[in-house]
């Protein structure tokens, strides 16, 4: 079993749409959670952090962990064509002996205009 | 500067041959750490520095791979006779203070 599962999708959603992008976890170690967009032949790009429980909002973007359930989401509202890319959901273990991330697999989201 | 610079975009190698591939942090930047990233976007963490030093190298294959971070150099991944498993996207990113890591936009590696 991996460490962090993501839906791969790929999802398709018209443009206005709620999209829901989630991922859970088996490490209860992992304190820092993180969602990363990558367009295509591009570095991975911070769109939020947030460090345990609780929820972070910032623009169009929602953040929400559920350490109790081992399970983060991102939440983008009135999506747009450009937020076409992979969403990847990113952890690590802030404080231990290392602070290496690791990934989700990414969900490749497609918003159609 | 103020963007993770990594050269060359795009590197192409016959089997056996050497790679170096580069990465110049976000100026202030302590940490660097070099990720891999291959099919169906699985990222695959190699190597960390904290300045000049080793900070993590669990990642690291044991044979073949090196990682080197000198002051006043870019940070350089050199991968000794090549494979065709070698073939992907090597990604560097740094960071500050270990809270977040800022990423290039890679090293594409063909093996050939």
């Known amino acids: 079993q991996k460490e962090v599962e993501q839906d791969p999708g790929p999802l398709s959603v018209p443009e206005g749409a709620i999209v829901s992008l989630n991922c859970t976890y088996s490490?209860?170690?992992?304190?820092?959670f993180m969602w990363y967009r990558q367009y295509s032949r591009k570095g991975p790009e911070l769109l939020m952090y947030?460090?345990?429980?609780g929820n972070k909002e910032d623009g169009r973007f929602t953040a929400q962990v559920d350490k109790s359930s081992k399970y983060i989401s991102l939440f983008i509202r009135d999506s747009q064509p450009s937020d076409s890319a992979t969403y990847l959901c990113a952890m690590s273990e802030l404080g231990g002996a290392t602070n290496k991330l690791i990934f989700g697999t990414g969900t490749l989201l497609a918003v159609q205009p | 500067g103020e963007e993770v610079a990594q050269t060359p975009k795009h590197l192409v190698r016959g089997e056996g041959q050497k790679a170096k591939l580069y990465c110049a942090p976000i100026?202030?930047?302590?940490?660097v750490f070099w990720y891999q990233q291959v099919l169906k976007n699985e990222f695959k963490f190699l190597i960390s520095f904290q300045n000049e030093n080793v900070f993590d190298e669990t990642g690291m294959p044991k044979e073949r791979f090196s990682a080197k971070c000198l002051p006043n150099s870019p940070c350089s991944l050199e991968i000794q006779a090549t494979k065709l498993e070698d073939s992907a996207v090597y990604f560097c990113a740094s960071s500050h203070n270990l809270d977040i890591q800022y990423f290039g936009a890679g090293t594409r590696l063909s093996v050939l």
């Open positions: 490490n209860s170690a992992f304190q820092y």
């Open positions: 100026k202030g930047h302590s940490y």
């Open positions: 947030t460090y345990s429980s």
